[in-house]
């Protein structure tokens, strides 16, 4: 029994090694800064102090000022789509998809990515233990840094160009739209007055650099000679 158990392992783990997936074109320096992106926010939920800063009571204001039941609906909709049925919705779908493409390696980075982003989040809120604004359009529980929400967009926006769009130059049009539906979940987070500004913003950098590390970790543990015929079929793709 404990052999067949260990064959199975063994099995799995090769299936996830020769995946030959290439979700970066250079993975050790993508690790590199996912890694020090997760730090930088660790220490700045380290440091920042529980009264906002300068910049998020201006924001704030801001966003006072340019209240509409438009706008409103809109950050709703976003606010529905990182949280509950919506988010899960949504990461069930994308885990089927690599589930039915046997995209083991990619399935392994998304899972990690999307596991990883609410309990680093959750572990920093207990750290940080600041207050949400005191205006807050929506009922909404616990600390305040990071934003939840904006890690969880900045964390599957970037999943989804590595794992759909192929390195290059490609992937430049994604990496805009990425950074748009990101910047939409940072936008409605304090519009709806739940957060400040240098919340969201340290959300979707922590999103951003656990997707890195997750994505660039999983491509690292596939052989060379499979990553280098990933490369190589990308390339000809992109001069075809």
């Known amino acids: 029994m404990s052999d067949l158990l260990r064959s199975a392992?063994?099995?799995?783990?090769?299936?996830?090694?020769?995946?030959?997936?290439?979700?970066?074109?250079?993975?050790?320096?993508?690790?590199?800064?996912?890694?020090?992106?997760?730090?930088?926010?660790?220490?700045?939920?380290?440091?920042i102090p529980s009264q906002p800063l300068a910049i998020d009571r201006t924001w704030s204001e801001w966003m006072s000022d340019m209240q509409s039941s438009t706008l409103q609906h809109l950050a709703l909709i976003f606010n529905y789509l990182g949280r509950g049925l919506g988010r899960a919705l949504t990461l069930a779908a994308l885990g089927l998809v690599l589930i039915i493409a046997r995209r083991c390696a990619a399935l392994l980075a998304f899972a990690a990515t999307e596991s990883l982003t609410p309990l680093t989040s959750n572990l920093l809120k207990h750290l940080a233990d600041r207050p949400r604004p005191p205006d807050a359009m929506l009922h909404a529980n616990g600390s305040s840094f990071p934003s939840g929400h904006a890690a969880y967009a900045g964390a599957t926006a970037i999943a989804l160009v590595l794992l759909f769009a192929s390195p290059g130059r490609s992937r430049r049009g994604w990496w805009l739209v990425a950074a748009a539906a990101a910047a939409g979940m940072c936008w409605s987070r304090t519009y709806l007055q739940v957060h400040w500004l240098s919340d969201v913003i340290a959300g979707a950098l922590l999103g951003i650099g656990i997707t890195l590390a997750s994505f660039s970790s999983a491509q690292l543990l596939?052989?060379?000679?499979?990553?280098?015929?990933?490369?190589?079929?990308?390339?000809?793709?992109?001069?075809?």
């Open 9 to 47: 392992r063994t099995s799995v783990w090769e299936r996830l090694r020769l995946s030959g997936e290439q979700f970066v074109r250079r993975p050790r320096p993508a690790l590199s800064s996912g890694v020090l992106l997760i730090a930088l926010v660790v220490l700045v939920g380290l440091v």
């Open 222 to 240: 596939t052989p060379a000679d499979r990553r280098r015929r990933a490369s190589h079929a990308a390339g000809a793709a992109e001069l075809e």
